[in-house]
């Protein structure tokens, strides 16, 4: 077997042995024999949980673990190839009072020295939604639900980007925004 990392060396080769029971390297070489190396994404993710006992959820994590061994594509890749960049933060507030200080935030110059277009809010029961595309093509979700009493997760997803770089760049500088708007907010408060 030709891979570009050894399963045992794999960053979450520890957690899905604990996970599913079953070492990596065993799940790598399953696969293998069932032809996984001429399967797609989703068919090796269908094709675990129909061969042997792991869970969907499992499933998709070995599927990904094994599409990096095999060399098909870096850690932090999507099965579409391209990258995501996620950074969260816990504030207070309900995710209505967190939405809007975010949106009052991004003011229209922030969101231009970020590439980033006019926002769309949308809401469910649960989630508060704040979502912009930018200009490199790439896209930004804002994901605000609430945490516990008077406290919410605001948790930012760029997907899109093209290299491991890009999203390393784009990691740091949405650290750096949430750092800014949790200063922002204490002034305030």
């Not at 001429?38 to 998709?60: F, Y």
């Amino acid at each position: 077997m030709s891979t570009t990392t050894r399963p045992e060396d794999h960053p979450r080769a520890r957690a899905i042995g604990t996970g599913t029971g079953t070492e990596l390297g065993t799940w790598v070489e399953r696969i293998d024999e069932a032809g996984g190396r001429e399967l797609d994404h989703a068919a090796i993710a269908r094709l675990l949980p129909e061969r042997w006992e792991i869970t969907e959820w499992w499933a998709q994590g070995v599927t990904v673990a094994y599409e990096q061994i095999i060399g098909r594509r870096v850690v932090g890749q999507s099965c579409e190839g391209d990258f995501a960049a996620s950074a969260s933060r816990t504030v207070a507030g309900t995710p209505e009072e967190v939405r809007g200080r975010w949106d009052a935030f991004m003011t229209p110059q922030r969101r231009e020295e970020l590439g980033l277009g006019a926002p769309s809010l949308t809401d469910t029961e649960r989630w508060r939604y704040w979502r912009a595309a930018a200009s490199d093509g790439t896209r930004l979700s804002v994901n605000i639900t609430a945490k516990d009493e008077g406290r919410s997760t605001l948790g930012l997803e760029h997907k899109g980007i093209e290299t491991s770089a890009g999203r390393d760049a784009w990691k740091a500088a949405w650290k750096t925004v949430l750092t800014a708007f949790a200063a922002d907010h204490k002034e305030h408060s």
